[in-house]
């Protein structure tokens, strides 16, 4: 079993779409939980962290549960600067560990 | 806004030859890492660095590769006998460690790394 799963993607999806990307991790001992964005051959970038109680940043928000090791990212009123892939990361400070990553296409 | 920099942006080596890939990371953040990706795959993590010393490495770190903070700001990676399958791009990444949480990873521009 991967440590990090993600959905497989690709999501190709209109403008002003709401796209829900879902991830799960095995390793119950982790404690600090992330979505990057990348853009192609481009390094990461932090989108937001993820935290139990749930956290929006504009028009993102990340979701955490402990209980069924989950994770997820909802986008509303996607733009077409979205599309790129999106990266679950689980783990502690020492290590995270990376998804394979879910790419979205927004097209016009 | 602080960045971690790499150097250099894309190398070229020969197989069984050494490289040091040199990275800044951010100065005051306390954990350092390497991580790499192969073209086409995923994120992989290498080795993570605090506190002076490895603090956890994966089963890609083995006896050729190694870390070092030669001094205050610098992190370099060798790789002391490159194989062809060691060419990926390596990215180097810093975090901001606070009340023991992870508060999220900056990470470098990446060297690509070309093996022939």
């Known amino acids: 079993r991967k440590e990090v799963e993600q959905d497989p993607g690709p999501f190709n999806v209109p403008e002003g779409a709401t796209v829900a990307f879902n991830c799960t991790y095995s390793n119950s001992a982790s404690q600090s939980f992330f979505w990057y964005r990348q853009d192609c051959r481009k390094e990461p970038k932090l989108l937001m962290s993820v935290y139990s109680s749930g956290n929006e940043d504009g028009r993102f928000t990340a979701q955490l549960n402990r209980a069924s090791q989950y994770i997820s990212l909802l986008i509303r009123d996607s733009k077409l600067s979205d599309s790129a892939t999106y990266l679950c990361?689980?783990?502690?400070?020492?290590?995270?560990?990376f998804g394979d990553g879910t790419t979205l296409t927004v097209k016009p | 806004e602080p960045e971690v920099t790499q150097t250099p942006s894309h190398q070229v080596t020969q197989m069984g030859q050494e490289v040091i890939l040199r990275c800044v990371p951010i100065s005051n953040h306390l954990y350092f890492y390497w991580y790499r990706q192969i073209l086409g795959q995923k994120v992989e993590f290498l080795v993570s660095f605090y506190n002076n010393e490895i603090s956890e490495k994966s089963e890609i770190f083995d006896d050729q590769f190694s870390v070092e903070r030669p001094d205050g700001s610098n992190f370099t990676l060798k790789i002391r006998s490159t194989k062809l399958e060691d060419s990926a791009m390596y990215f180097c990444?810093?975090?901001?460690?606070?009340?023991?949480?992870?508060?999220?990873?900056?990470f470098g521009s990446g060297t690509r790394l070309t093996v022939v």
């Open positions: 990361v689980a783990g502690n400070a020492g290590k995270s560990t």
């Open positions: 990444a810093s975090s901001d460690l606070r009340q023991g949480l992870n508060y999220g990873y900056t």
